[in-house]
């Protein structure tokens, strides 16, 4: 795989649209990959930005919400840390109670100053999760809404698209929250996407919707 973030990416997204929608979909997703240049220069990884950015938009229009969705949470590169996985287990089977795992969360504020775990709130039998900033010192001091948007993504493929990307991209790192929540709960689970900024919100939010066996009194 390459090392390119974007490539490596691609080819993992590629992948899963196989996957989970067929070999004839992928190979409509992917038609023009093939004279894509390698990653070598800044005009290349500029062609290749525009490429995901024309592949995102003819996948919407082959694949329904849901499974796009599936597809893009299964994309998720980034390998949430074990370490604070089995941290974030152990406590929460020490205090038996979601809401208070939540509260404990909060406190840890060692992602530039504002929560690591983002801002996870439980509504039933749903934990909405509203991403923090990327950069959360240069979105404190941004002076317009651009700036803003760009200080809050996380995402390196939807920012080399100067953040002109269809925001079904954004299902991706719901993949993120799934393995932190998956790995707490012990319990395979599902996420959507309830807010993006691409969609014009002020933030991004995901839900995982959880077993009401986990929940007080549910």
């Not at 920012?159 to 790995?183: H, M």
Request: contains cysteine; glycine residues 6%; proline residues 6%.
């Amino acid at each position: 795989m390459s090392r390119d973030f974007q490539t490596s990416w691609m080819e993992i997204f590629l992948q899963r649209v196989e996957e989970i929608a067929g070999q004839e979909i992928r190979e409509k997703v992917e038609e023009g990959k093939e004279n894509l240049p390698l990653p070598n220069t800044a005009k290349a990884k500029k062609e290749i930005s525009k490429w995901i950015t024309q592949a995102i938009e003819k996948f919407d229009t082959l694949v329904d919400e849901n499974k796009r969705n599936d597809i893009l949470v299964a994309t998720c590169p980034h390998t949430y840390p074990k370490k604070r996985i089995r941290e974030m287990k152990t406590l929460f089977q020490q205090l038996g109670s979601i809401d208070k795992l939540i509260e404990e969360m909060l406190k840890d504020t060692s992602w530039g100053g504002v929560p690591y775990y983002d801002y996870p709130e439980r509504v039933g039998t749903f934990i909405h999760i509203t991403k923090v900033p990327f950069n959360p010192k240069a979105h404190r001091v941004a002076q317009t809404e651009q700036e803003k948007r760009n200080a809050y993504c996380h995402c390196p493929v939807v920012r080399k698209a100067n953040l002109e990307i269809s925001p079904t991209i954004c299902c991706c790192s719901g993949g993120w929250d799934r393995q932190l929540w998956e790995g707490i709960l012990g319990e395979p689970l599902r996420v959507g996407l309830t807010k993006s900024i691409l969609k014009g919100d002020d933030c991004c939010v995901h839900t995982v919707e959880i077993p009401a066996h986990f929940v007080e009194g549910g």
